[in-house]
Structure formats: C-alpha cells, structure tokens
C-alpha cells in the first residue's frame, strides 16, 4: 500500500522524498505550509501513522515526517547504534537536512520518548512537544518488557518468527486498540508493508536490548526540557505504555496538559483520529 494514496485528500501536495542520513537512505513526507512539525512515528510504526494528522495540519504548518533508519521504507544499516541518544541525534541531524532550525515535535510511543531526548539534546530547537502515551521512565510495561524480549532466550524466537510476521504483526497491531471495531480498511496492511522487507524485528529488538539504561537517560534528561510547553495525549486503554504512567511525566513540565481519550488504546491517531486531529491543531496554533 502506497501511504501517499491513503492520505485523505488534501489541497496540499504530499511530497514523498528521501534524503542521506549516517550511511542510509530515509525515506520521508512532506506536507503543507506554515512554520514546520516534525512527525515521528512509533516503534513498530512509520509516517504511515500519520496519514490522517497530515491533512489536517497541512494548512497552517509545514509537515516532515520520516521513517526513521531501520523503519518503514528508509535503508535498515547493518550495526546501527539505536539507544535513545543516538536516535535522538539522528532526529536532529534530519532536521539539518531539511534545514529546520526550529520545529513543534510530535511523537508517538517510542517515537515521543525520542522527542523529548533530541529536544535535551537541543532545547533551542523545539517550540512544542505534543507527545502521545510516550515511552517513559513510571511506565512499569515497558520497563519489565524491554529485557525480556530482547534477551538471549526470545530474541531468537522473535527471528525465527520474521517469516511469519504479516499474523504476528496483525495480531500485536490489533491489541493496541482500545475497541478493534475501530480498525479502519487498510490499516493492518499499511503497518505491515515495509515488514516485507527483512531487518524490521532485528531493529525493534535492537531498541530494547538498552531499553532500561535509556529510561534512566531519559529521566536524567527531562528537567533541561521542563519549560518546553507540551501536550500529553493518552488513550485510557492503552496496553502498551501505562496510562498512570502520565500524570508522573506531567509533573515534569511546567506547562502541560494532559488530555485523555475515553476507551481508546495506544494509537488515539488511528482510534479517534478526528478529535486527535481537532486537539493536536488547537494545541499547534495556541
């Protein structure tokens, strides 16, 4: 499936571009016109999740949103370093590339905790954070999850399960709903086309093998972005990060709201994706 032709129509051009990045191709859209929001996807994720924001934020702001390296559509390098900090690095060196100073961040799950560390890294060049059910240090899931499944023992069966990975990968898609009836057509097959390409469990696994040194990064890191003015968004059946995980990250900021959508999972972009839109527009242009 083509995400350019998923996209609902727009009165903008999606531009789909690719650009070098630390030895690799990343594959990326680009959306709109206006001041500039970069759109990070999730783990298991790629721009494909945000098929329905680009549309609505096309009007007023200038859209990228990348396939991070080893993800979606761009190059999977052999040996790539994927701690938070250097995904972080690689955030930034592609706002270099599309020569982007400065830009509201949003990111989803694994893709937010990377938001909030490039913007440590680099507080002068983040206007806004809108992050959803972030990966976060309170987020126990995560925490006793990472190890686990990236230890000696299952990580193998995790590869020896690639081959099948169109039932597992639907399977797992399916959980991150808080009401599957809500999948719309295409959505499970546009999350699984890149995983026809080998390597995308061998970069998932990658992530979590410093999934808990990462955590205690990211805490270190949260009191240099605690002036950023951020938006929370959490569906209240999230399975995978936990919903009481965010009234601690809240905390953390100086000015954030914490907004929760009432019987949706971890994906509120593909559960609700009109009231996300309406919320993460009103935030953008506060």
């Given at each position: 499936?083509?995400?350019?032709?998923?996209?609902?129509?727009?009165?903008?051009?999606?531009?789909?571009?690719?650009?070098?990045?630390?030895?690799?191709?990343?594959?990326?859209?680009?959306?709109?016109?206006?001041?500039?929001?970069?759109?990070?996807?999730?783990?298991?994720?790629?721009?494909?999740?945000?098929?329905?924001?680009?549309?609505?934020?096309?009007?007023?702001?200038?859209?990228?949103?990348?396939?991070?390296?080893?993800?979606?559509?761009?190059?999977?390098?052999?040996?790539?370093?994927?701690?938070?900090?250097?995904?972080?690095?690689?955030?930034?060196?592609?706002?270099?590339?599309?020569?982007?100073?400065?830009?509201?961040?949003?990111?989803?799950?694994?893709?937010?905790?990377?938001?909030?560390?490039?913007?440590?890294?680099?507080?002068?060049?983040?206007?806004?954070?809108?992050?959803?059910?972030?990966?976060?240090?309170?987020?126990?899931?995560?925490?006793?999850?990472?190890?686990?499944?990236?230890?000696?023992?299952?990580?193998?069966?995790?590869?020896?399960?690639?081959?099948?990975?169109?039932?597992?990968?639907?399977?797992?898609?399916?959980?991150?709903?808080?009401?599957?009836?809500?999948?719309?057509?295409?959505?499970?097959?546009?999350?699984?086309?890149?995983?026809?390409?080998?390597?995308g469990f061998e970069h998932g696994l990658?992530?979590?093998?410093?999934?808990?040194?990462?955590?205690?990064?990211?805490?270190?890191?949260?009191?240099?972005?605690?002036?950023?003015?951020?938006?929370?968004?959490?569906?209240?059946?999230?399975?995978?990060?936990?919903?009481?995980?965010?009234?601690?990250?809240?905390?953390?900021?100086?000015?954030?709201?914490?907004?929760?959508?009432?019987?949706?999972?971890?994906?509120?972009?593909?559960?609700?994706?009109?009231?996300?839109?309406?919320?993460?527009?009103?935030?953008?242009?506060?």
């Open positions: 499936m083509s995400i350019v032709s998923a996209i609902p129509s727009t009165d903008f051009p999606i531009e789909e571009q690719w650009t070098a990045l630390e030895g690799g191709r990343v594959r990326y859209l680009r959306c709109g016109s206006g001041p500039p929001v970069i759109a990070l996807h999730g783990l298991m994720g790629y721009s494909f999740s945000w098929r329905f924001l680009i549309p609505a934020l096309a009007p007023s702001f200038t859209v990228f949103a990348p396939d991070s390296l080893g993800t979606g559509f761009s190059d999977r390098p052999a040996a790539m370093d994927n701690c938070q900090s250097a995904c972080a690095e690689r955030f930034l060196a592609f706002l270099d590339a599309m020569h982007v100073e400065r830009a509201d961040f949003i990111g989803s799950s694994h893709g937010g905790a990377i938001c909030m560390r490039a913007a440590a890294l680099a507080p002068n060049r983040v206007r806004r954070l809108v992050l959803v059910s972030p990966v976060n240090p309170w987020s126990d899931r995560g925490r006793m999850l990472g190890p686990f499944l990236s230890s000696t023992v299952i990580s193998p069966l995790f590869r020896w399960l690639e081959p099948l990975t169109g039932v597992t990968h639907s399977a797992f898609l399916r959980r991150l709903f808080g009401d599957p009836r809500r999948i719309r057509p295409g959505t499970l097959e546009g999350y699984q086309a890149p995983f026809a390409r080998p390597g990658s992530v979590l093998k410093t999934w808990g040194r990462d955590l205690a990064d990211l805490e270190a890191a949260l009191p240099r972005i605690a002036h950023i003015p951020t938006l929370l968004l959490w569906g209240d059946k999230d399975t995978a990060v936990n919903p009481r995980s965010a009234e601690p990250l809240r905390r953390q900021f100086r000015d954030c709201r914490l907004i929760w959508f009432e019987g949706v999972g971890h994906v509120p972009y593909e559960e609700v994706p009109d009231d996300f839109n309406r919320t993460v527009v009103a935030f953008l242009k506060s």
